[in-house]
């Protein structure tokens, strides 16, 4: 029986784990066996006292599931040395399923080709083939046991036009799931329900997408700024009318009418994918269409930062216009927020599987980005760097999430729900924000690949 890293054991059985047993256990050390065929861990139970142990192995689909449990030790030490006679036997069992499940649901295999090599999507190749994302491949491999394929066409989606909107789910059930909720995929829609604790709330996925080609007023604008001039003048029309669009069209969609939505919170989820790199720069464009409101800053004589905001009417690109704010058109009461993450990317994926040790060892990743200052008198963010290598950092999905209320949301969405990130509201005119002490805006992975000799 070995150590292994809470975040490993985490990338195992997160997507197992029930979302209240952290209030029942506080776990204190992880293991597996050698071929981590089967894992565990020592918890206290926060009720009384007494220290447990706990055994999982995979079943049939390759998730893994409570195969054993014992409790009433006086000591962690004493639970981990029962523990190790539990692991060496259930380690030597010739079934690798331990026969938990005479009907699982098979995992998606989203890495064995299905379409020609023409139809590929360029990022699709990345991941599947990169020596660099080898960490990215293999945390997904871990998660794909666990999401069920609604609409039965997933994996070729994946593969091809869809990639970016499938990533990005797949990013939102591994955050849902770390925010210790419930989570399951509606028929037809939308994508996923969520429930703690008696509170509930659907949400549906979305992304802005490169322009199409009838497009005419965005076409040829994907390349990325090339100065912080035109980062903010990109920022005043073009991106509110980008993100606009697909939460426009979803807005159609009238999801309200389905389920027993017209009561329960509806949360649309977006992110940017309409050009390489966009998601660094973006979000700003976003909060400004969904409330109508830009916000000036000035410091005043004492040197105080002063926020002053302007109302915007609308957004124009050459013959396309559309009005500002999201939140008060018609329609938008039954849309309880947005979510948006510039996170929900290959290099997220790489990351986290990193510092739960997966992928080739001498692969080195390096992140650096910046990072929202807890300073009243802040106008600038700060910066952050740090080698991604297990024990060297942390890092959690729910990283850089913000999540944009709506001040006249029919349903409003309970913050509880959502306990670990960004919560912007709008009140008297102003967005007010509860930031959590690390909220990246955005950063830049770099991959070291060493030669082979």
Same mark, same amino acid.
């Given at each position: 029986?070995?150590? !292994?890293?809470?975040?490993? +054991?985490?990338?195992?059985?997160? =997507?197992? #784990? ?6 029942? @256990? ?13 894992i %565990? @861990?020592v ?15 995979? /079943? ?15 000591s962690p ?13 259930e380690?030597?069992k010739?079934?690798p399923?331990h ?7 098979v995992?998606?295999?989203l890495?064995?080709?299905?379409? /020609? ?11 599947s083939d990169?020596r ?5 491949? $293999? ?5 794909m ?12 989606? +994946?593969?091809?036009t869809?990639?970016?909107a499938?990533?990005?789910e797949l990013? =939102?059930f591994?955050?849902?799931r ?6 399951s ?6 994508d +996923? ?7 509930v709330a659907?949400i $549906? ?5 490169p322009?199409?080609?009838?497009d005419v ?10 100065? %912080?001039?035109?980062?903010r003048?990109?920022?005043? /029309?073009?991106?509110p ?5 697909? =939460?426009?069209?979803?807005? #159609? #969609?009238?999801?309200?009418k389905?389920?027993?939505i017209g ?12 050009a390489? %790199? ?5 979000? *700003?464009? =976003? ?9 000036d800053?000035?410091?005043?004589e ?5 926020i ?13 216009v ?13 849309i309880? @927020?947005v ?27 390096l992140?650096l980005g910046?990072?929202?200052?807890? /300073?009243?008198?802040?106008?600038l963010?700060?910066?952050f760097?740090?080698?991604v290598a297990?024990?060297?950092? @942390? ?5 850089g ?6 001040p ?16 912007h509201? +709008?009140?008297?005119?102003? !967005?007010?924000?509860?930031?959590? $002490? ?6 830049? *992975?770099?991959i ?6």
């Open positions: 029986m070995k150590h !292994i890293s809470q975040e490993r +054991f985490n990338a195992y059985c997160m =997507l197992t #784990k029930d979302p209240l047993a952290e209030e029942l @256990a506080e776990e204190l050390a992880w293991y597996a066996d050698d071929q981590e065929n089967v %565990a @861990a918890f206290r139970d926060r009720t009384d006292g007494d220290h447990c142990h706990l055994t999982l192995a995979r /079943d049939e689909a390759g998730r893994y599931r409570c195969i054993d449990v014992s409790c009433g030790f006086e030490e004493a639970a981990a040395s029962a523990l190790r006679e539990v692991v060496a036997r380690a030597s010739q079934s399923g026969g938990q499940d005479s009907h699982p649901t995992g998606l295999d890495f064995t080709q299905v379409v /020609d090599d023409g139809k590929l999507h360029p990022s699709f190749k990345i991941l990169g660099g994302h080898s960490s990215g491949r $293999e945390i997904i491999r871990e998660m046991p666990h999401l069920e394929d609604v609409d039965g066409n997933f994996v070729e989606q +994946f593969q091809t869809g990639f970016d499938r990533l990005w990013y =939102l591994a955050y849902l770390e925010e210790r909720l419930g989570v995929r509606p028929r037809p829609a939308p +996923f329900r969520v429930e703690r604790l008696g509170e659907y $549906e996925a979305v992304i802005a997408g322009s199409k080609g009838a007023a965005l076409s040829g604008r994907s390349e990325s700024p090339k100065n %912080a001039a035109e980062v003048e990109r920022l005043n /029309d073009e991106i009318i980008r993100f606009g669009s697909p =939460l426009y069209s979803k807005l #159609k #969609k009238e999801y309200w389905l389920h027993d009561v329960q919170p509806l949360v649309l989820a977006i992110a940017d994918f309409h390489e %790199a966009s998601m660094l720069w973006t979000s *700003t464009g =976003l909060q400004e269409y969904l409330y109508g409101t830009r916000h800053f000035s410091f005043d004492a040197g105080n930062l002063v002053s905001p302007l109302k915007i009417q609308v957004h124009q690109v050459g013959g396309k559309i009005p500002s704010g999201f939140f008060f058109q018609p329609d938008s009461e039954h309880s @927020a979510l948006f993450s510039n996170s929900g990317t290959i290099s997220k994926f790489t990351r986290m599987g990193k510092l739960a040790g997966f992928g080739d060892p001498a692969v080195k990743i992140r910046t990072r929202y200052l807890h /300073d009243p008198n802040a106008a963010p700060a910066r760097a740090h080698d297990p024990g060297a950092c @942390a890092e959690t999905w729910g990283e999430v913000s999540i944009f209320h709506n006249h949301a029919r349903s409003p969405l309970p913050e509880v729900l959502f306990p670990s990130v960004a919560h509201k +709008f009140v008297d005119g102003q !967005i007010r924000s509860h930031i959590p $002490e690390f909220h990246p805006f955005g950063s830049v *992975t770099t070291l690949i060493p030669k082979e000799s």
